[in-house]
């Protein structure tokens, strides 16, 4: 099967983060999401796309059938990509405010999210994250965004040993294997649904 995913063209994925902040944790899986594929996946590269600057969803701001200048380059980056990794933190058992506000502008007509693959990664304490998963992937159903089953990746980042260094870098072999994982299952799914697998 490597062969086969070695010879297909790259996989552009456009990342979100739910987390604006600038130590986030789930910010830091993008970036090891992005050195993993550069060191040892091939055809495929990660691209962190940045939710901050979106207004709040407000309908009265598309004007003359055209959107605000922030949401149609969202929009233009979430079309161009041929899968979607979520990194997820959990606020409230769900979703944070500025990712579901993102998944709603891109979900606007025509909705920008359909058919593409795609996999949730989540850090935080307790469990993980992982209702923010759940939600999402209930979230995605509507949208007709296809998510990977398998692996499911939650990570604690409270519980030793630690997974990341002073400058947010993730640093556990383990987690980073985990990761990978998630990417290669994310690449072989994006090539069976585009009928290249």
């Known amino acids: 099967m490597e062969s086969l995913l070695a010879a297909s063209p790259v996989i552009k994925v456009a990342a979100l983060c739910g987390s604006l902040r600038q130590a986030s944790f789930n910010r830091a899986l993008i970036r090891s999401a992005a050195e ?17 600057p979106l207004p709040m969803l407000n309908t009265d701001l598309e004007v003359g059938g055209r959107f605000p200048a922030a949401v149609d380059a969202f929009r233009q980056k979430i079309l161009q990509a041929d899968s979607i990794l979520f990194a997820s933190p959990e606020y409230n058992y769900s979703v944070t405010a500025p ?13 920008v999210w359909a058919d593409k693959a795609a996999a949730i990664v989540s850090a935080g304490g307790g469990f993980g994250g992982g209702r923010s998963q759940y939600h999402l992937r209930q ?18 980042v409270f519980q030793p040993p630690l997974k990341f260094d002073d400058d947010g870098n993730l640093t556990d072999a383990e987690t980073k294997e985990r990761l990978k994982e998630v990417l290669l299952s994310l690449q072989a799914f994006t090539l069976r649904l585009q009928g290249k697998l």
């Open 36 to 52: 993993i594929c550069e060191k040892s996946v091939s055809g495929m590269k990660v691209e962190y796309v940045d939710v901050s």
């Open 139 to 156: 979230i995605g159903v509507y949208l007709d965004l296809h998510f990977i089953n398998k692996p499911e990746f939650f990570l604690n």
């Open 99 to 111: 990712l579901k506000n993102a998944i709603d502008w891109a979900s606007r007509p025509p909705n």
